[in-house]
């Protein structure tokens, strides 16, 4: 082994990402992430991903927090690691499609707020819906020399999801000028050899570097990780130890410690990790007192291995079914879930696919009759406005929800409007920063509540501040 030519995994940290999103509903305030953002920039990560959907809607829902501040904090203390963030293609961070004008608007604040590099995905892998982020991305690399964008891969399993259909994809990805692919397996489907066997291909395929992105959650994560390393992996998404494993990611120092004086050699400093374990470990202990931390989503859940469904998607059915008073209907909707992929023309299982395939699937069953009621998303996806599926959608069903309606097979976005002039429109009473009037694009109620409150907090400050006397406010 000591002959082999060094080549070190790179390591991308979730904590600040989709650890906390994974195991405690995204609830991390900034005020906890900063005070160890010093030692965390000395490890040497590949980057550390802070940023994405859930952690921006948490923030302004739960936290009421700007996320662009705490962007912008994290960037100041992050002098040497490359931040980088989850966006679903034209649906940004949002769950609907929105106008070119949106994602690259979105794509440059985002950049110019401190992301290095951009993770971009769809939820039924049409590509057509991830090339104008991916544009937007090398336009601001040319001119800025930052961006980084990097085209992610749904992983799913099912008959049309053939190692051809991936290296394909490889390929089709590399031609459209992604600076990286990855494989994201949001529910830890991607077992051990079939890792080595999907990540020898594809790097057969491809010159782009290869990330590898999974969740512990059937137990076979790190395993997973070992061959695919082995098998030419470039970086691999591992968490910090008390935020992974469980529905999260394997452990950082584990990772760590089976790669050393392997050619593999990450070349981190375990007692640095040490110090950032020490650090959460109380948070952790805390979170689990409070509940926010269920140790149900910390043991091996088999179920994901049989259902094919990523857990937060099994934790939204339960909360639907209890709303209804059904929940003896669990089983029965298990079963229904792959039907209705079916039906849908078998698209990954990822935000917001999971959530219109899952709800459809508690209609299907509590109605008592197929698709008896349809969401209103269920028909966009029929009508084709969430993009092409990799199968025919059914046209019993396409008969049965939307009938005699026009389908479109274009890319979705063709037929929107720019959209960024109406939107700032719309709130513009609001606007205190060009970032707002994308907070408010992609989350209208919620954004409109956190400006509210923010004015609220502003306009208490500034009357402790206010020199009354001469009726000078500051504003
Ligand atoms: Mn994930």
Redesign the pocket.
């Known amino acids: 082994m000591s002959e082999q030519i060094k080549k070190p995994v790179g390591i991308t940290e979730?904590i600040l990402r989709?650890a906390h999103?994974?195991l405690i509903a995204t609830r991390m305030p900034t005020d906890l992430m900063l005070p160890i953002v010093e030692t965390m920039d000395k490890i040497g990560y590949h980057s550390v991903e802070c940023w994405g959907g859930a952690t921006f809607d948490a923030s302004l829902r739960f936290l009421k927090e700007d996320p662009w501040e705490r962007l912008r904090k994290l960037r100041d203390g992050f002098k040497n690691t490359k931040l980088q963030m989850?966006f679903r293609g034209q649906n940004i961070l949002g769950y609907r499609p929105y106008a070119d004008d949106v994602v690259d608007s979105f794509v440059e604040k985002s950049i110019a707020n401190g992301i290095d590099i951009i993770r971009i995905f769809d939820c039924l892998n049409d590509l057509r819906n991830l090339q104008e982020a991916v544009n937007a991305t090398n336009k601001i690399k040319a001119r800025e020399g930052r961006g980084h964008a990097q085209i992610a891969l749904s992983y799913t399993l099912g008959d049309a999801y053939t190692l051809e259909y991936w290296v394909d994809t490889a390929k089709k990805i590399e031609e459209m000028g992604a600076d990286s692919i990855c494989i994201?397996?949001?529910a830890g489907l991607l077992v051990p050899y079939k890792a080595a066997e999907l990540i020898g291909a594809m790097k057969e395929a491809t010159k782009l570097p290869i990330q590898l992105?999974?969740?512990y959650t059937s137990g076979v994560a790190s395993m997973t990780y070992l061959k695919a390393v082995e098998a030419g992996v470039d970086v691999i998404?591992c968490a910090i130890s008390p935020f992974a494993l469980g529905t999260s990611?394997p452990a950082t120092e584990v990772m760590v410690e089976t790669f050393k004086g392997t050619p593999y050699d990450t070349g981190f400093d375990q007692n640095l990790l040490a110090e950032i374990a020490d650090y959460f470990r109380p948070y952790r202990e805390k979170c689990l007192e409070s509940g926010l931390l269920s140790p149900k989503v910390l043991g091996v859940n088999i179920k994901t291995l049989l259902y094919q469904v990523p857990g937060g998607m099994l934790s939204n059915m339960v909360s639907q079914l209890k709303e209804q008073n059904a929940e003896d209907k669990y089983e029965d909707v298990l079963r229904e879930i792959p039907n209705v992929r079916k039906d849908l023309g078998e698209p990954p299982l990822v935000t917001p696919s999971s959530q219109i395939v899952g709800t459809q699937a508690v209609f299907n069953v509590l109605m008592g009759e197929r698709y008896k009621m349809a969401t209103k998303e269920t028909k966009a996806v029929l009508r084709g406005e969430y993009g092409q599926t990799i199968k025919p959608m059914s046209q019993e069903v396409i008969d049965k929800v939307i009938p005699g309606e026009e389908r479109i097979t274009c890319r979705p976005a063709d037929l929107l409007e720019n959209e960024m002039d109406k939107l700032e429109a719309e709130m513009k009473e609001w606007k205190q920063q060009d970032e707002d009037v994308l907070s408010y694009a992609l989350f209208p109620q919620v954004a409109v509540d956190f400006f509210k409150y923010r004015q609220a907090q502003q306009e208490k400050v500034d009357l402790t501040q206010a020199d009354t006397k001469n009726g000078a406010y500051p504003v």
Do not use: A, I, P, V
Request: charged share 30%.
């Open positions: 979730t989709d999103q994974s989850l994201k397996d949001m992105h999974t969740h998404d990611q």
